[in-house]
């Protein structure tokens, strides 16, 4: 399978700014990587109307459970989808942080975001408390199983996991590609737990997010059972994200 990056541009960009770095990033040559550019709402149709019939794939950042009613500020799955997202983004530890997000409301949203066609790449990761106390394995696999049981993943659906320590986000310090190992192993054990071993292997990519860069990158998507990983920092630059994807 070829490798997945995902660009999460937060909030970190205005409209125009973003339409500026997604014909910047168009450019860039994937080979046979495959990206997916994840900006925020409200640039979502301008950047897929940029990278539409273009390498990129377009993802949201978040989204509803329902696919519509009164639910003021939300926005549908099947909307995301309508506007040309194949993916988005659910569970971001800014989200469970800032916004109260829960592992409930996490599954409801792999749920929706199944039923509407598009691949849910659920974040999951520890805090610095939960390493330094031992729970580490414990939180991926209470935020794994939460968000993925009971849901009944088809041979035509995917999804993705990304293993996200909560610690190293933004921080500019990955952590070492061997403790993304094991985290990546414990979800996949954890997985196995939920699913047939066969969607495991073909519908389901473990990733890896935390302060990715050009310099580290290959490092990560080497690793056994590691599909690729989630950037975010190093994706508001054309040009050092242009030297991210050459490195993988
Ligand atoms: C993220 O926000 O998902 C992320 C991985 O950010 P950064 O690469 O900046 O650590």
Not at 8 to 35: C, F, H, Y
Not at 76 to 93: A, D, F, N
Not at 166 to 175: D, H, L, N, P, R
Not at 188 to 208: A, H, K, S
């Amino acid at each position: 399978m070829s490798p997945l990056i995902i660009a999460n541009w937060k909030m970190k960009l205005g409209l125009d700014e973003s339409r500026l770095l997604a014909q910047a990033v168009k450019k860039i040559p994937t080979g046979s990587t495959e990206v997916v550019i994840c900006p925020s709402f409200p640039s979502l149709t301008t950047v897929s109307a940029v990278l539409a019939r273009s390498r990129f794939a377009l993802g949201a950042q978040d989204c509803f459970w329902e696919p519509h009613g009164a639910y003021t500020g939300a926005v549908s799955p099947e909307t995301l989808h309508e506007i040309g997202c194949r993916y988005v983004i659910v569970g971001h530890s800014e989200r469970r942080q800032y916004l109260g997000e829960t592992d409930e409301m996490v599954h409801r949203k792999v749920a929706a975001a199944l039923s509407a066609g598009l691949v849910p790449i659920i974040c999951v990761g520890e805090t610095f408390e939960q390493r330094q106390t031992g729970h580490q394995d414990y939180a991926l696999i209470q935020q794994t199983s939460r968000a993925l049981e009971g849901i009944a993943l088809t041979e035509d659906q995917q999804l993705i996991v990304a293993y996200e320590p909560v610690w190293v986000i933004g921080t500019g310090q990955a952590i070492n590609p061997d403790q993304a190992q094991t985290a990546h192993q414990v979800i996949r054990q954890t997985l196995i737990d939920l699913f047939p071993l066969t969607l495991v292997t073909e519908n389901i990519r473990i990733i890896y997010g935390g302060s990715v860069d050009s310099g580290n990158v290959a490092d990560f998507v080497r690793l056994e059972h590691t599909a690729g990983v989630l950037v975010g920092n190093a994706s508001l630059d054309a040009g050092a994200f242009a030297a991210l994807i050459r490195s993988v």
